[in-house]
């Protein structure tokens, strides 16, 4: 059974903390991704990977960064958390051909104060 | 610019049917997906049409026009569980998932 994990389901983090949102997948998928989900707005790309090592910026990708040493594991990093990143957060993974199905982790909710 | 439409909420009943629309605008077009999300959990796939026409899947059906730039997701004898918001996304030239704002679905009994 396809499974995406994230680390936490609840964050609260203060201006200025640097914060690690982590996401691993026993799927043995190549790409995965990183979005943010804020009411009205739909799903936003902030950076994806289609291999180890590899990373390509999203659509909203100032103040964040990723990682991808392990081809399960791909992390989002805030650099130094500001109150307007406070929102939902959700990792997908797929197999490699563009038009496979995401998968998607639990989601994290993020609340920078 | 790319642009996904669909409405923010719709009520239905119980054991109704109910027809969520999208339309959509992207610079290239490589098929449209349908996803389901209930409250605080994450989305999960429902269908995928590349070609005009409609695909069926048990209570759901899911139908494309290309040329229309156009989408609807439906949801025959409804259950109180399909509750839920109903995402459409579409795959642009770059295969990269431009996504709805949602439509959050209500069912009354």
């Known amino acids: 059974d396809v499974k995406v994990t994230q680390s936490s389901r609840y964050l609260v983090k203060r201006t200025g903390e640097k914060v690690f949102l982590e996401c691993v997948q026993d799927m043995d998928h190549e790409n995965m991704f990183w979005y943010r989900q804020d009411p009205g707005l739909g799903l936003r790309l902030i950076y994806f990977?289609?291999?180890?090592?590899?990373?390509e910026k999203g659509d909203i990708p100032e103040g964040y960064s990723v990682s991808r040493e392990k081809k399960e594991r791909f992390s989002l990093i805030l650099e130094s958390a500001s109150t307007n990143q406070t929102s939902m957060y959700l990792c997908?993974?797929?197999?490699?051909?563009?038009?496979?199905?995401?998968?998607f982790g639990p989601g994290t909710r993020l609340t920078v104060l | 610019g790319q642009n996904i439409d669909q409405p923010t909420e719709m009520t239905a009943t119980e054991g109704a049917i109910v027809q969520i629309n999208c339309t959509y605008q992207?610079?290239?077009?490589?098929?449209l997906f349908w996803y389901q999300q209930h409250a605080g959990e994450a989305p999960t796939f429902l269908s995928y049409n590349v070609l005009d026409g409609l695909e069926e899947k048990g209570r759901f059906s899911s139908f494309l026009s290309r040329s229309k730039g156009y989408s609807y997701l439906l949801l025959k004898e409804l259950q109180m569980k399909d509750s839920a918001s109903y995402l459409c996304a579409t795959l642009d030239s770059n295969y990269q998932l431009i996504w709805g704002a949602g439509t959050k679905l209500i069912i009354k009994p």
């Open positions: 992207t610079s290239g077009f490589n098929g």
């Open positions: 997908a993974s797929s197999p490699p051909r563009e038009y496979n199905e995401q998968f």
């Open positions: 990977s289609y291999d180890v090592k590899m990373k």
